[in-house]
């Protein structure tokens, strides 16, 4: 399965729409935004999605997202919005995503034999690695590419378990 993981969106309308093209070129089968997506009306940009990605397209919310009545109520047309922490079996994988946990939360997640995939966001940066477990951790960065002067996002092989950054 192809998971892609987006973070940090933050409005961002170009590169909100150039992932998701991307994302139907790769056929990805499965999406989660790890929160920071800020405005309702984003669910315009998300829409080109195709349907199987529609489908399987989940999402937390970040500390920057406004009206979250509202971009639930939007959104959540076509994205399963959970709140603050996601918890998911994809393609036989457990998957934990939340927007901003911190580091000793990571670690204790990723260590606790529960998940085999550990998503989040909020810092802008880059971080994929396989633990010694076998568990992959990944922050796909920042979408909107404010913070570093570069987008980006991941697409994970759920049966290789690899990470893929890409950047927009």
């Not at 993981?5 to 070129?25: G, P, Q, W, Y």
């Not at 939007?74 to 934990?96: M, P």
């Not at 990571?106 to 477990?133: P, Q, R, W």
Request: glycine share 8%; net charge negative; aromatic share 8%.
């Amino acid at each position: 399965m192809k998971l892609a993981v987006i973070s940090d969106t933050h409005d961002n309308r170009d590169n909100i729409l150039k992932a998701v093209s991307i994302m139907n070129e790769r056929d990805v089968d499965a999406l989660i935004h790890c929160g920071d997506y800020n405005s309702a009306f984003v669910v315009r940009w998300f829409d080109s999605l195709n349907e199987k990605i529609k489908h399987n397209f989940s999402g937390v919310f970040g500390n920057n997202d406004g009206d979250r009545v509202f971009l639930k109520e939007n959104l959540g047309q076509i994205c399963n919005l959970v709140g603050n922490e996601l918890i998911a079996t994809l393609d036989k994988r457990r998957v934990f995503a939340s927007h901003m946990p911190n580091e000793e939360t990571v670690d204790a997640i990723a260590s606790s034999g529960k998940f085999d995939i550990v998503l989040f966001g909020h810092t802008h940066s880059v971080m994929s690695k396989k633990l010694g477990n076998g568990v992959l951790v990944v922050n796909p960065g920042e979408a909107c590419g404010y913070l570093t002067g570069k987008g980006t996002f991941a697409i994970i092989d759920t049966e290789k378990m690899e990470a893929e950054i890409i950047e927009l």
